[in-house]
């Protein structure tokens, strides 16, 4: 075992030590121009400034038609809340024929809840204990079919 410490640490000795010796540097869009010009037409010149933007994110566009009302109260009463980690949100599926709402909820062993389209609690298909919610409805995974996300909280 010892012999084997032994050799894996000179290796990584020995790759140190050629890597170090190569004198490698970076240059960056944002380093100015060693001779105040670049070659080419087709690059430009650098900038002192941050030349990398992040693209600004799509807002989530939610299917906000025919949401019922009880649904648009357990929206409010979230945003009425802290911000949750995990985000709370919620997804219209289709499931044993029905339309159904999915609301996924924050951290640590809280269930998810399944709604009827009135706002009736069909099950609690994960979360709790186990993560695999109250067993009442074990095939919603499975059988869960046209997924539309209706709310996502946007905090």
């Known amino acids: 075992m010892r012999l084997l410490l032994s050799v894996a640490v000179g290796s990584l ?33 650098p900038t002192s400034a941050n030349t990398t933007s992040l693209p600004p994110s799509k807002a989530v566009a939610f299917d906000t038609t025919a949401r019922p009302r009880w649904l648009e109260d357990r929206i409010q009463k979230h945003l009425a809340e802290p911000k949750q980690n995990p985000i709370v949100q919620v997804t219209r599926y289709r499931y044993k024929g029905e339309v159904v709402y999915y609301e996924t909820l924050g951290c640590c062993d809280q269930f998810s809840n399944l709604y009827s389209a009135k706002g009736a609690i069909i099950c609690h298909p994960e979360g709790g204990l186990t ?4 067993d009442q409805c074990p095939d919603f995974n499975k059988n869960k079919t046209g997924e539309l996300l209706v709310w996502r909280d946007p905090r």
């Open 13 to 45: 000795a020995v790759l140190l030590h050629t890597g170090c010796q190569r004198g490698v540097t970076v240059k960056t869009p944002t380093d100015p121009p060693t001779t105040g010009s670049v070659n080419g037409s087709s690059t430009p010149n």
């Open 131 to 134: 993560g695999r919610g109250d």
